[in-house]
């Protein structure tokens, strides 16, 4: 760009920190003060630009075949038959937009008016809201205090552009972490897979996310930790998509109940896979569910185990799977939490040995055990409990015992104890902010690190109201 005398003089002032003015007082005392700069300052002033050309030039190397790096902006030529959808999807990866549709409004706005005529072939388009720098990629770490504080995400809360408000409010009710899922027990996944086993079995049909480690970014972007939910061997798709895998009955059939067989080592090495591909893109914890047997419907199911001579065969089984995964994560430097029957917090032999989940084996080989002691599931009478939905302190107490069980058995050093509450009504009578509030302050008063509140109908307006408010979420 070439300047004019009267322009470099203007240039020159405003870097001298000079108030530009017309009036010829300001004109002359302009020209002493200009005259005591080098000639080669003035030349380095007039070839600078006035708008740096380093931020967003990375996306240089990101760029889509119409796409191009021109005076420091990102531009996409038009080519027959794109639509302002189909443009927003070939950015969206570089921007600080999460959702495509939203991205493409905004594309239309910055382009006025030439935009009003429509997506015309051979128009240029600067695409807004690119990021100045690349993304940050990888997962951000326990906090330092080892607390963690957080609720469930289903995969379609975070398919859209109503996403990062939800993150914004996670955050600004001082929460540090969503648990977000992976896959679920029906055995769809949230994201387009590319474990093989998946992409053959049906499992990725039309996920509700289009990228875990976008997702994953958005929620780093405000302070938020995601843990990457896996369903293990509750799995109702797969069981039926690969019946050798699926829990057998006493006559050698497949046992029609949605559950993989928790010995199958094709079924431990699927949970790996997407435990992997959730760490690749950038989870900082894996949070593994279903990992056990299953205890409803068991009439002439054969799982493969003399418990008659050894009672603690399932406990076996779960606990080297466990290990196993553990080994996997702790080599990345990414934590590993297993969600647990809320039963078994209270320590009762026979509940251990049917489910296979023994908490002080468990903690051996975990960052977190997450008891899922919600009130509204505990039979009526459990602990004296005539309605044990109205009673919040069943977390706190599930907490204890666990603590105490674990300690008994001279585990040191192991998993913490971050109990699931609940976050919805249910069979409860007395639910509400105050409720769930009891639930935290019970836990947290028996040494549970953290919580994690459970609502898979994502409606958490009374979760909101039970936690106050601390401010926005960090800045970016």
């Known amino acids: 760009m070439v300047f004019g005398s009267r322009s470099v003089a203007l240039v020159l002032a405003m870097a001298l920190g000079l108030t530009v003015t017309a009036s010829a007082d300001a004109r ?47 531009v996409h030529t038009v080519k027959s038959g794109e639509s302002w959808q189909s443009i927003a999807e070939q950015y969206l990866d570089l921007t600080s937009v999460y959702a495509a549709d939203d991205l493409a409004k905004a594309i239309v706005k910055e382009n006025m008016p030439e935009s ?22 990888g997962p951000m770490g326990m906090p330092a205090d080892g607390v963690v504080k957080g ?59 289009r990228s875990y480690a976008r ?33 057998r009955g006493v006559s050698g059939h497949v046992y029609h109940n949605g559950w993989l067989d928790p010995k199958s080592e094709r079924a431990q090495e699927y949970v790996v896979d997407l435990a992997k591909e959730a760490m690749d893109a950038g989870a900082d914890e894996v949070q593994l569910d279903y990992v ?59 509940d251990i040995h049917n489910l296979g989940q023994d908490p002080s084996e468990l903690a051996k080989h975990a960052e977190a055990l997450s008891p899922m002691v919600y009130p509204s599931h505990f039979d009526p009478g459990f602990m004296n409990f005539e309605a044990p939905a109205d009673h919040p302190e069943l977390v706190g107490l599930g907490v204890k015992h666990m603590n105490a069980e674990i300690a008994e058995h001279g585990v040191k050093g192991g998993a913490k104890i971050r109990p699931w509450a609940s976050a919805m009504r249910h069979t409860a009578t007395n639910y509400g902010a105050g409720y769930i509030q009891q639930e935290i302050r019970t836990s947290d008063r028996e040494g549970g690190a953290g919580w994690l509140l459970w609502n898979p109908g994502q409606v958490y307006e009374v979760a909101w109201g039970a936690l106050p408010k601390v401010g926005p979420h960090p800045a970016k």
Request: glycine content about 8%; proline content about 6%; overall charge positive.
């Open 215 to 247: 997702a994953v970014r958005f929620a780093h972007d405000r302070g938020l930790r995601v843990i990457a939910r896996v369903s293990c061997f509750n799995d109702s798709l797969m069981a039926k998509a690969h019946p050798g895998m699926a829990i």
């Open 151 to 209: 609720l469930y995400v289903r995969g379609a809360t975070a398919s859209g552009h109503g996403y990062t408000g939800f993150l914004d409010r996670v955050a600004s009710h001082g929460m540090n972490a969503i648990v977000l899922d992976v896959k679920d027990y029906d055995g769809l996944l949230t994201h387009p897979s590319k474990v093989p086993l998946a992409m053959e079995s049906g499992a990725v049909h039309k996920p509700p996310i």
């Open 292 to 350: 056990r047997f299953p205890v409803l419907g068991m009439k002439n199911i054969d799982f493969g185990l003399d418990t008659v001579a050894n009672p603690n065969a399932k406990v076996e089984v779960i606990t080297a799977f466990v290990e196993h995964v553990h080994r996997i994560t702790k080599a990345r430097g990414v934590s590993l939490s297993l969600d647990v029957f809320g039963v078994i917090a209270f320590g009762k032999e026979a």
């Open 28 to 74: 002359h005392r302009s020209h002493h003060r200009l005259k005591r700069v080098s000639l080669t300052e003035a030349a380095t002033l007039e070839a600078t630009p006035p708008t740096p050309v380093k931020a967003k030039s990375w996306a240089r190397h990101h760029l889509p075949p119409q796409g191009s790096f021109e005076g420091g902006q990102v």
């Open 116 to 137: 009003r005529k429509g997506a015309a072939v051979g128009l240029k388009l600067t695409i807004p809201h690119v990021l100045d720098a690349a993304p940050k990629h």
